[in-house]
């Protein structure tokens, strides 16, 4: 599976931002899509997540009611809608791939990533 990231940029605090990831490769029947993000010197956390099937997304608290995750499913793609952005959230975020269908928060859990995007919020 190849996860392939990009959306990335700069924006101005209170401004949006659309993340887009397209997988490709093999598919599973079920699986989660998740979103992490990583500031430098900091651990990597969870964004939000969605699970394929049903389209159940579970946010972090931090980013609830102001990200919001989609699905494309003829093009295989997730997006993360980032509405309000805070110069806090500026990271680089990753797309990720579980083969579960839990929706979890760990990133231990994710089997594929992407590469990172670089998203910069200017205060």
């Known amino acids: 599976v190849q996860l392939q990231a990009s959306g990335g940029g700069l924006v101005q605090a209170g401004g949006s931002l659309t993340l887009s990831c397209a997988a490709s490769g093999r598919t599973f029947s079920s699986y989660v899509m998740g979103w992490f993000r990583q500031a430098p010197g900091k651990e990597r956390e969870f964004v939000g997540a969605?699970?394929?099937?049903?389209?159940?997304?579970y946010y972090a608290e931090s980013v609830k009611g102001r990200f919001t995750i989609s699905r494309d499913n003829a093009k295989n793609t997730v997006y993360l809608q980032m509405n309000s952005l805070k110069p806090e959230d500026t990271a680089v975020y990753y797309c990720?791939?579980?083969?579960?269908?839990?929706?979890?928060?760990?990133?231990?859990?994710?089997?594929?990533w992407g590469q990172g995007t670089q998203v910069t919020v200017s205060s």
């Open positions: 969605m699970r394929w099937s049903d389209g159940y997304s």
């Open positions: 990720a791939l579980d083969r579960s269908a839990v929706v979890s928060s760990s990133r231990y859990r994710y089997d594929y």
